[in-house]
């Protein structure tokens, strides 16, 4: 049974960086595409980028692009976030996404604030 596990979450003041990280079982990790979203209190859950099953490529949402970036090891079946410059505005649930199958994590909270 397919299975993500995201880790990492905490608290962060503005500016900061932090290192969030999702962990894929129970399904081949190294075949398919990766995914974050995040989900604010009280707003819908969106988007925050894209990496190829390969990890050579990635997309990222405009909100977060030049600031976030993905990775992937698939010889230990790990997805990480770098987040840097955080904002208040990036504080979120952050979950991760596998396309094949479509399957989510139960999300980690980051939470940007002084």
């Known amino acids: 049974q397919a299975q993500l596990v995201e880790s990492g979450g905490k608290l962060v003041q503005p500016g900061g960086s932090l290192r969030i990280s999702c962990v894929g079982s129970?399904?081949?990790?190294?075949?398919?595409?990766m995914l974050w979203y995040r989900q604010a209190p009280g707003k819908e859950r969106e988007w925050v980028g894209t990496?190829?099953?390969?990890?050579?490529?990635?997309s990222y949402a405009d909100s977060v692009k030049g600031r976030f970036t993905m990775s992937r090891d698939n010889g230990k079946n790990t997805l990480d976030l770098q987040m840097n410059n955080l904002k208040p505005e990036d504080t979120a649930v952050y979950f991760c996404r596998s396309l094949s199958p479509d399957h989510w994590g139960q999300g980690t909270q980051v939470t940007v604030s002084s």
């Open positions: 129970g399904f081949t990790f190294s075949n398919t595409v």
């Open positions: 990496i190829g099953a390969e990890g050579d490529l990635a």
